[in-house]
């Protein structure tokens, strides 16, 4: 059965970090690209950013401002997502896609896998 389970969400207040991670099995994942994609309340879904199968190539939304980091553990078969400096507007739930499909691709639709959510609010 595929997986992917996020963890690390909840409230922060507007400066602080999170550290989302998202757990997969049940796929070959150190073959398939990785994706973080948010859904705000009310909004369609929004890429984040996504990372090569062997990390050698990450990819962000402009909108991030480099505040975002993503990274990966093959072996753990694990991505995770740091977010620092986190403004109101970041407030969304957060969800980790894997693509097995080699390439980067920030379009949803070419996602296989998607996780559950966590979600991200911050706020003071």
């Known amino acids: 059965e595929v997986q992917l389970v996020e963890s690390g969400g909840g409230l922060v207040q507007p400066g602080g970090s999170l550290r989302l991670s998202c757990a997969a099995s049940?796929?070959?994942?150190?073959?398939?690209?990785v994706n973080w994609v948010r859904q705000a309340p009310g909004k369609g879904l929004e890429w984040v950013s996504s990372s090569s199968s062997d990390m050698e190539n990450t990819y962000y939304s402009d909108s991030l401002k480099g505040r975002f980091t993503i990274s990966r553990d093959n072996a753990k078969n694990t991505v995770w997502l740091q977010m620092n400096s986190l403004e109101p507007e970041d407030t969304a739930v957060y969800y980790c896609?894997?693509?097995?499909?080699?390439?980067?691709?920030?379009?949803?639709?070419?996602?296989?896998?998607w996780g559950q959510g966590t979600q991200v609010t911050v706020s003071s």
């Open positions: 896609a894997a693509r097995l499909k080699p390439g980067i691709s920030s379009f949803s639709y070419e996602y296989d896998y």
């Open positions: 049940g796929f070959t994942f150190s073959s398939s690209t």
